[in-house]
Structures are given as C-alpha cells and as structure tokens.
C-alpha cells in the first residue's frame, strides 16, 4: 500500500466519576464517540518530511515522532482534509495522534496498541476515552488513573443508542483550557469529598448505565445532568467561577433543557457544550428553535449521533 487515509471520530468528555482518588486510581472518566466532527488524513511515503492541511504543526510532529520510533525515521507526507476542531473538548489531539501513528504502522507493516500510540505522544495522561473512542467507538467508562502511570483501562464500553441525538453547542471564539494550563489548573483544584466520588460512581453505575442498557433516556438524562453539575461545580475555579469555560454556550445549553433536552453539560474543558434527545426529529425541532440566537451570540450547532464504531483505516 502506497498511501493511508484515516477518518478518526470525536469524542464528548462527560464527567469524571472519582475526583478523590483515595482508593488508588483518580479520575475515571465518562466519554461518547459521536459521528461529526472528523478528524481525516492521508499518509504516504516520500523523499522527505511535510504536512498540509489543519493542524499542519501538530500532525508533522507526531509523523517524526511515530516514523522514528516505527519506521527507522522514513519520511512521510500527511496531508490534513479535515480536523476536529483544536481545544473544544473534543479529543482533537488525540484523534489526530492516533490517525498518524495508525497510518504509520499500516505502511511499515508494524503493530502496537492504539494505548501504546497514545502513550508515545503523551495521551492518556488522566483519561482514555479518546483512545477507546479511536479504537471502538461508543460510550465508554475508563478505570482511572492508577499507580503504575499508564493510561487508564477501558472498563465500560457500551453502544450507544442509535436513535438518540447530542446537539453540540460550539463556541468558535474560544478554546478550553489545555496544555500547561490544564496540568495547573488540575493541580490547583480544591479537594474534592470521598462521599462525592461515591456519589458520582453510584450515579453512574445504578443510573447512567442501566439507562443506555434499557434505552432510557430519562435515566440517562438525569444523571448525566446531575454528574455535570457536580464535576462543572468543581473545575469552577478553574473556569473563572463557572461551570462553564464559554457563559453564552451555557445559556444556550440551558435553553436547550428547558425545551426539553436532558443530559446536559460541558465536554472537558469546553467551550463544547452538549444536550441530549431522544429522536433526529426532537433534535431538529430545538435546533430550529434556538439555532437563530445561538447564531446570534457567535455560537455554531451541530446535532451529532453516537459512533459505535472506531477509527476507520483503509488504502487511500
């Protein structure tokens, strides 16, 4: 094979279940594969090293990165057709990694773990769902972070339910926290209660869960809302007071629940923001109704299903 094309999903970040970590492993982290936005990419071997297209820099680093350590420093070009948007909440960087490194190996006829690609450009450092969400899609739990430092094992991963709808609020205005900035906001976070944590995995084991499982949107809804309320409170300090890092997405989010969506929230550290349906049809009705003020306030919608499949890897 001459060349590889890669289309890698985004993914929404919903929550953490264990903020406390006294147990041993921290964080644990709630994630759904979802069909737009993509990231896409094509490989191919050349005389020398070049990226093109969105996210150029960051894709020719992780082709250096990857062809030494996989193909004995062979250059390669990367060309970018489409990404997911950088520091949204959306797994962006990930997805980007692992789309390069995926197409490496394919064309130097190597093998390694979407963990392992992952780990080599230090992804996974709290959260696996973005490495899941490239390997097999769906809504998935990881274990949290543990002593042994490497990224957390998957635990939970379910098909989401086809008919089901997320509308993403995007702020193009804006990013999330990322980089040194996150590793410090992490660290200057207050201390967050063992009877919390307890909360957030019950809520998630005994509500959440069982509610994809059964297709029941009014579980699944509720507790998604409550766990974001819950970990949204906590990153506030972070986020200049709010559970949200863009206050105009918030507001459309909350009209979104007041017309009738549930499981709402913030994907990481946003500017995304997300609200779920349980119809195509109950997602366009608000998304007609409210896609002229969000507009208004600078803000894009987009309605998204869950992908219960991963990355998708082929000849170009």
Known sequence: MRAITVSAPARLHLGFVDLNGS???KYGSIGLAVDQPATV???RRCSDF???GPEAERAGKALRR????YAGGAPFDVKVASAIPAHA???SGTQLALA??????????????AQSLGEIVDRGARSAIGITAFEHGGFIV???RGPSGRAPPPIVRLDFPSQWRAILVLDPRDVGVHGEKETAAFKALPEFSDALSGHLCRLTLMRLLPGIAEKDIAAFGSALSEIQ????????AAQGGEPWSSPAVGRIVRRLGQAGATGLGQSSWGPTGFAFTDSEAAAQRLYSSLVEEAKANGLDLKIVQGRNSGAVIGPA
């Open 23 to 25: 147990l041993g492993r």
């Open 41 to 43: 990419l094509t490989i």
């Open 50 to 52: 070049n990226a093109s």
């Open 66 to 69: 990857f062809s030494e350590i």
């Open 89 to 91: 909440g959306l797994g």
């Open 100 to 113: 390069i490194g995926a197409a490496i190996l394919e064309l130097s006829g190597s093998t390694a773990s």
């Open 142 to 144: 990881d274990g949290g």
């Open 229 to 236: 309320a819950i970990v949204g409170t906590h990153f506030s």
